[in-house]
Nanobody, 118 residues
Framework: VQLQASGGGLVQAGGSRRLSCSVS????????TGWYRQAPGKQRELVAI???????NYADSVKGRFTISRDNTKNTVYLQMNSLKPEDTAVYYC?????????????WGQGTQVTVSS
């Protein structure tokens, strides 16, 4: 499974940005896809995830501001980020968990930088 993230860039605080993650296989058959982020000097953390069944989960820090969605026809997962804050500055990584006989396998995209200026 290959994942290609895009949409990062520089945005002012309070602004919006949409990230896209193109997946090389049908996302409806994948256990879960989503987004993690890693800020300088910090560990990678979950931002938002959507399961194959459509259930979503968000980090507390982004609830009410970020929305994860997907387009099964395009095998693409989106992260709409609104009301951005400087603390949202990080490299955002697209993620997929694929069910295998031996257990779930994780796949990562290359990351896209989001910088929020104050």
């Amino acid at each position: 499974v290959q994942l290609q993230a895009s949409g990062g860039g520089l945005v002012q605080a309070g602004g919006s940005r949409r990230l896209s993650c193109s997946v090389s296989r049908s996302i409806s058959s994948i256990m879960a896809t989503g987004w993690y982020r890693q800020a300088p000097g910090k560990q990678r953390e979950l931002v938002a995830i959507i399961t194959g069944g459509g259930s979503t989960n968000y980090a507390d820090s982004v609830k009410g501001r970020f929305t994860i969605s997907r387009d099964n026809t395009k095998n693409t997962v989106y992260l709409q980020m609104n009301s951005l804050k400087p603390e949202d500055t990080a490299v955002y990584y697209c993620y997929a968990a694929v069910a295998m006989v031996s257990g779930p396998v994780s796949y990562w995209g290359q990351g896209t930088q989001v910088t929020v200026s104050s």
